[in-house]
């Protein structure tokens, strides 16, 4: 399973972004999809999670600003982002679970401007 993390860029505070994560490979099952992100210095922290049903959970830090969504068919998990923060600069991970294995995606790049 192959993924690839797109839509990261540089926004000033207050603006929105919308990242995307498409998954390939062989024929595959995936069950549970992620949003994490690292900021510099910072261990690597769970932003958001949906199941394959549709059920999503996001952190305290970004409940009511930030939206995980999945469209199984095309294999995407995507991570609506409104009103950034400064706080929220960090490199964003999409992560799947496929049966017991993970998979991670290389990483796109949030810097939101004070």
């Known amino acids: 399973v192959q993924l690839q993390a797109s839509g990261g860029g540089l926004v000033q505070a207050g603006g929105s972004l919308r990242l995307s994560c498409a998954a390939s490979?062989?024929?595959?099952?995936?069950?549970?999809r992620a949003w994490y992100r690292q900021a510099p210095g910072k261990e690597r922290e769970l932003v958001a999670t949906?199941?394959?049903?549709?059920?999503?959970r996001h952190a305290d830090s970004v409940k009511g600003r930030f939206a995980i969504s999945r469209d199984n068919f095309k294999n995407m998990v995507y991570l609506q982002m409104n009103n950034l923060k400064p706080e929220d600069t960090a490199v964003y991970y999409c992560?799947?679970?496929?049966?017991?294995?993970?998979?991670w995606g290389q990483g796109t790049l949030v810097t939101v401007s004070s």
């Open positions: 949906i199941t394959r049903g549709g059920n999503a």
């Open positions: 490979g062989s024929k595959f099952y995936v069950n549970d």
């Open positions: 992560k799947v679970v496929v049966g017991s294995d993970e998979y």
